[in-house]
């Protein structure tokens, strides 16, 4: 059988990335992101900028896409994109383009749901990165979602655990700006949480049934405490900073492993895969690998590009799509809310 070419354009716009990537039988030629910084100054990403800043970005992402994988828009094989979970205003940007896109090129149009695709991504084609076997254990933690899914197939996917309220990137960010820091705090947390004791300020971990999680109550417990502690010394945060944020990491990985354990004890699978924005934290990728030697587990962590939103796992589950002939129509919309 002649060796096919498949060449998929991944196109995401869910949030406040526009981005594009141009795969080749799983491969990644190109992956373009433009990260809005119009929302730094709000604390917060808004809806009604983030959708007019893809509609400036998408045309220039994509052409920039195609010419770093040095190929023409008539190469295509088929245009993958995300059609939810997210903000209506941005995904509409993407849908619409997609569409048009697959239309003018007379080429297959895959509909992909982003958080599936935050588990696919561990399936690009790259050199020394071992693929999670079926079945196994996703822990995709993001800005938008925090869930536990049973990954029976490519498309066969089960939650079976996810937050009731706050996602685990929100309780960072809000974290984060309780103690000043800039928007997305996350990453900060991060960074001075490297250099703190994690058990310096104890946070109560919340109570929640089967493999759920809650994180609302610990962002109010770190407002009383930083309230009260700002009380007593002003320069509390400024002298504590990085004891406060590894405290605080410490709390959020305490939350997280304790739900895997938990699903690996009620599934048995002890394959564990990590995706999304938050899976870039440093603390958590450390915590996962002692899991490996502690707990007999064997988890996969994505590359850093591969971790926050991209269009490569867009284009990753897009091609799986594609082999499978799952083809999109034309009157298909977007889905803020999307479940799977
Ligand atoms: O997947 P993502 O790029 O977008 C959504 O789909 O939400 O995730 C963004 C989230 C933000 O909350 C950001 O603060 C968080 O990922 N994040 C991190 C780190 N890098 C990004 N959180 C903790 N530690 C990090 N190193
Ligand atoms: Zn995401």
Known sequence: M???????????????????????????????????????KYGGV????????????????????????GIKKEDLSAIAFTRGPGLMGS??????????????????LLEVNHMQAHILAHFIEEEEYNKPEFPFLALTISGGHTQIVKVNDYFKMEVIGETL???????????????????????????YAQTGNPKAFPFPKPKVDGLNFSFSGLKTSILYFVQKQLKENPKFIEENIEDICASIQHTIIGILMDKLKKAVKQTGIRQIAIGGGVSANSGIRRTLKEAEAKHQWKTFI?????????????????????????FANMGI??????KF
Do not use: W
Request: charged share 20%; aromatic share 6%; net charge negative.
């Open 302 to 326: 994505p590359k850093f590009e591969y971790t926050t939103d991209n269009a490569a796992m867009i284009a990753i589950a897009g091609h799986y799509k594609y082999l499978s002939e799952d």
């Open 91 to 108: 995904l509409l940007v993407g849908t619409s383009f997609a569409k048009s896109l697959s239309l003018g090129l007379k080429i297959p």
């Open 46 to 69: 808004v809806p009604e900028l983030a959708s007019r800043a893809h509609q400036q970005n998408i045309v220039p992402v994509i052409h920039e896409a195609l010419s770093r994988a």
């Open 2 to 40: 002649a060796v096919q070419n498949i060449y998929i354009l991944g196109i995401e716009s869910s949030c406040d990335d526009t981005a594009a990537a141009v795969l080749h039988n799983g491969k990644i030629l190109s992956n373009v992101i433009a990260t809005q910084e119009v929302h730094k």
């Open 165 to 191: 309220d706050d996602a685990v990137g929100e309780a960072f960010d809000k974290s984060a700006k309780i103690l000043g820091l800039p928007y997305p705090g996350g990453p900060l947390v991060d960074k």
């Open 333 to 338: 919309t977007a889905r803020a809310r999307y």
